[in-house]
């Protein structure tokens, strides 16, 4: 091995995602710090037939960046590389955090448009699995990208636009990894702004029914809504000029109560699952039964607290369907007389014509379910899973592709008008695997394999 690559690679790394549901040991672990180092990572795999995984913060709830091979974590390629304020851009390197960015963006007057639930991602990582904020004529975060440079396999280091390799350039903006790496990224942003953001307790069916006025009465509207009772909390942001204001439920009620007497709650209730019910109305009433308003730095107002590591699963349905698919999963919640945790978190998200985007081609409604592990404990939720997918499968629904899910190739290629598309670009670039591994190899060539570590995966599921 170069003896620069030595210096910036490590045996024995465990990786773990976020949620501790996924694990893997890969053969090399490697940190680094150019871009060249990263090309020459690149041309020792080849050399030495290895496949190659980049991850980030490990936020994906699959196994997505799981590898055997070698795993390179883009960390050190952190930095800003240009801003300009005539063209409202910035240019960055692929491993920043978008917690990173968005404070250096704020001081140099700059902002994204939009933003998800949480900002601990690398920026790369977000692109790659077509992020997603909340606002029903707003993309996806990769929509936001107005160039990128990818090292490949079989090209060199390419740099992509809507003028420059177009075709590569809508592909990799959500790309997971198979096309190559992300080693750069120029954004489109907005100058700073604030938000207005009011929430408030409302009705399922009173959401439902007046889902079009609901959904368009504000630039950024989500709600959760809460199974086992009709109650939601539905949250509203507009951009604003007023001045910031502090709009906090107080120490007691959303650390000591929403947080460690919730997460103690869930833990107790794996002994007894039929106090679930009486649990999310307790803890409706606690955290969510007073309107709040609050005004603060966009990036700031975009995030909030995904609490303790979960199960999650979150599907993308066209967004007239949102309320045949929330009575279906109540309905069939009821029927079964299951125990499912809260809340369920429903989102809106304009369309776009990145290839393997879940809003390809229209606008969607993305539905996100959880259950919790608290204290890191296993809980049953398989068979809430499987009756969400069949329903999500009914509604046209596409897989979030940082998740887990059970989406096969055929269905995937009628999901996705673009989908063979990708695979014939992917094959140009990679035609022997390097950029490949399990969960790429399942779900977008279809084979059968696993290359985590078996005994500890099946453990933590």
Not at 233 to 244: D, F, G, Q, S, Y
Not at 315 to 325: D, F, G, M, S
Not at 338 to 367: A, M, N, T
Not at 429 to 442: I, V
Request: proline share 5%; hydrophobic share 40%; charged share 25%.
């Amino acid at each position: 091995m170069d003896p620069q690559l030595k210096k910036i690679s490590s045996r024995y790394h465990v990786f773990e995602n976020w949620a501790h549901t996924f694990i893997c040991e890969p053969e090399l672990y490697f940190t680094p710090e150019t871009e060249d180092e990263v090309e020459k990572i690149v041309i020792f795999a080849k050399a030495k037939n290895k496949s190659i995984k980049v991850i980030g913060a490990g936020h994906c709830p699959s196994d997505l960046a799981c590898t055997k091979d070698f795993m390179i974590n883009l960390d050190k390629l952190n930095h800003v590389l240009e801003i300009n304020q005539k063209e409202k851009t910035v240019s960055v390197q692929a491993g920043i955090r978008i917690n990173q960015l968005n404070e250096e963006l704020w001081e140099n007057g700059l902002a994204m448009s939009n933003l998800g639930s949480i900002s601990d991602q690398s920026l790369a990582g977000a692109i790659s699995t077509a992020t997603h904020g909340t606002g029903i004529n707003f993309g996806n975060m990769s929509t936001q990208v107005t160039e990128l440079t990818l090292i490949t396999a079989t090209r060199g280091t390419l740099t992509c636009s809507e003028k420059t390799n177009p075709d590569i350039f809508k592909a990799a903006l959500c790309h997971l990894g198979a096309l190559g790496i992300i080693i750069r990224i120029t954004l489109k942003c907005e100058p700073a702004f604030r938000l207005e953001a009011l929430q408030a307790p409302a009705k399922l069916d009173e959401i439902l029914n007046n889902l079009d006025h609901v959904v368009h009465s504000a630039e950024h509207v989500r709600f959760w809504w809460f199974p086992h009772t009709d109650d939601c909390v539905l949250w509203k942001a507009n951009r604003t000029i007023k001045e910031p204001n502090s709009s906090t439920i107080g120490y007691i009620r959303e650390t000591l109560l929403g947080y460690h007497l919730y997460q103690f709650l869930l833990y107790l209730t794996r002994l007894r699952p039929s106090t679930i019910p009486m649990l999310a109305r307790q803890m409706f009433k606690i955290k969510h039964s007073r309107p709040t308003c609050a005004i603060d730095d966009s990036y700031k107002a975009f995030n909030i607290d995904c609490l303790f590591p979960q199960y999650v699963n979150e599907w993308a349905i066209p967004w007239e369907k949102t309320p045949e698919a929330l009575r279906k999963i109540n309905q069939w919640i009821k029927e079964t007389n299951s125990f499912v945790h809260f809340p369920v978190e429903v989102r809106f998200v304009d369309k776009d014509d990145v290839w393997l985007s879940p809003s390809y081609g229209y606008k969607v409604c993305y539905i996100g379910i959880i259950m919790y592990r608290p204290y890191r404990v296993a809980v049953p939720y398989k068979e809430y899973w499987k009756a969400y997918e069949q329903i999500m499968r009914s509604l046209g629904g596409r897989p979030h592709w940082a998740k887990a899910h059970t989406m096969s190739v055929l269905e995937l290629e009628k999901c996705y008008p673009k989908f063979n598309d990708f695979k014939k670009l992917r094959q140009e670039l990679d035609p022997n695997g390097m950029f490949l591994n399990a969960y790429l190899r399942r779900h977008i060539l279809g084979e059968v394999g696993e290359d985590v570590d078996t005994r500890l995966f099946k453990a933590k599921l």
